[in-house]
Nanobody, 128 residues
Framework: QVQLVESGGRSVDAGGSLILSCVAS????????TGWFRQAPGKERESVAS????????????NYADSVKGRFIISRDKTKNTVYLQMNNLEPEDTAVYYC?????????????????WGQGTQVTVSS
């Protein structure tokens, strides 16, 4: 019912920048929370950044892993169901497959349902 597609991953030199995008499609009613995770070879998947709707006034809260604070910025365009990850001053330790995740309310034949979805991942490689 909901699909997430990431893009923007590629190889860059240390100190460079990238912008990852994740587009959600389907019978989406609302996206409550969305974020980026990454998994490096031989390591567990870890949260990088997340953004959560907060309250009825449209406010949002962003959270970051300590390892990326001050370098990465998460943002989203609700009108396009798209979340972005601006990655600056990249380090070789940032090399990983980056996954988009979303907590989504969606319309179905059974009414309004909620689900947790993942994208297929996009590879980011940072060379020293």
């Amino acid at each position: 019912q909901v699909q997430l597609v990431e893009s923007g991953g590629r190889s860059v030199d240390a100190g460079g920048s990238l912008i990852l995008s994740c587009v959600a499609s389907g019978r989406i009613f609302s996206i409550e929370a969305t974020g980026w995770f990454r998994q490096a070879p031989g390591k567990e998947r870890e949260s990088v950044a997340s953004i959560t709707s907060a309250g009825f006034n449209g406010g949002e809260t962003a959270n970051y892993a300590d390892s990326v604070k001050g370098r990465f910025i998460i943002s989203r365009d609700k009108t396009k169901n798209t979340v972005y990850l601006q990655m600056n001053n990249l380090e070789p330790e940032d090399t990983a497959v980056y996954y988009c995740n979303a907590d989504v309310y969606y319309n179905s034949d059974q009414g309004l349902l909620r689900g947790d979805y993942w994208g297929q991942g996009t590879q980011v490689t940072v060379s020293s």
